[in-house]
């Protein structure tokens, strides 16, 4: 059983689209986390939901819109894409400790 | 701010040799973690250490907290080419936030 998934596995689209990625952990855990990985490899915070309710809130620009329907889901909604916005985005869970994260969701904007 | 500084970025060594990465900040960490991530995946949590000047071994891999809990060093012994990866330190400054902090990562190649 895969613990925590994102979809899609890829993304391709143009600047100024809306597009949305979709994240579920089987874990659960209360927690979960939104971050982006860039070309160097560094991984950056963006997000933290607990039990639903956003408690970290990272210099994102509010293009970038989280959505927790329940602790087991945490969707990651874009607007308006720009070219910066090119990136590897990873979904997180945890319950205290060590966080265990999903297989990446590489998003091109071309 | 808190940063982690983390060395050597890249290393490139033999089958069999031994190394080590450290990780390092000016500011002090309630826990630090140490994730490996391979291509086309997500990091994967290899060990958590919390105490100061706290040792954690995970078969050939050795973990070590500093004693004012604001460094961290991995060391592995006889390194296998199934080690190659991103390694990646993580520190939790928030209190019950769990927001990380990472180091910008070391990768390792072993030849065999």
């Known amino acids: 059983d895969t613990a925590v998934s994102q979809t899609p596995k890829y993304l391709v689209t143009q600047m100024g689209n809306d597009k949305s990625i979709k994240c579920e952990q089987n874990l659960g855990h209360d927690t979960m986390y939104w971050y982006k990985q860039d070309s160097k490899k560094f991984l950056k915070i963006m997000f933290s939901y607990n039990n639903k309710e956003l408690i970290i809130n990272e210099t994102v620009p509010n293009r970038f819109s989280p959505k927790s329907p329940d602790k087991a889901h945490l969707n990651l909604h874009i607007n308006s894409l720009e070219l910066g916005d090119s990136a590897v985005y990873f979904c997180?869970?945890?319950?205290?400790?060590?966080?265990?994260f999903g297989p990446g969701t590489r998003l091109t904007v071309t | 701010t808190q940063l982690l500084e983390q060395s050597p970025q890249f290393l490139s060594i033999q089958e069999g040799e031994n190394l080590t990465v450290y990780c390092n900040s000016s500011s002090v960490f309630s826990s630090l973690q140490w994730y490996r991530q391979e291509p086309g995946e997500g990091p994967v949590l290899l060990v958590t250490v919390v105490t100061g000047g706290e040792v954690k071994k995970l078969k050939r891999l050795t973990f070590q907290f500093g004693d004012a809990r604001k460094d961290s060093s991995l060391h592995i012994t006889a390194a296998q080419p199934g080690d190659t990866g991103l390694y990646l330190c993580?520190?939790?400054?928030?209190?019950?936030?769990?927001?990380?902090?990472f180091g910008q990562g070391t990768t390792l190649q072993v030849k065999p």
């Open positions: 993580a520190g939790d400054g928030s209190s019950n936030t769990g927001k990380l902090i």
């Open positions: 997180a869970s945890s319950r205290g400790g060590g966080q265990y």
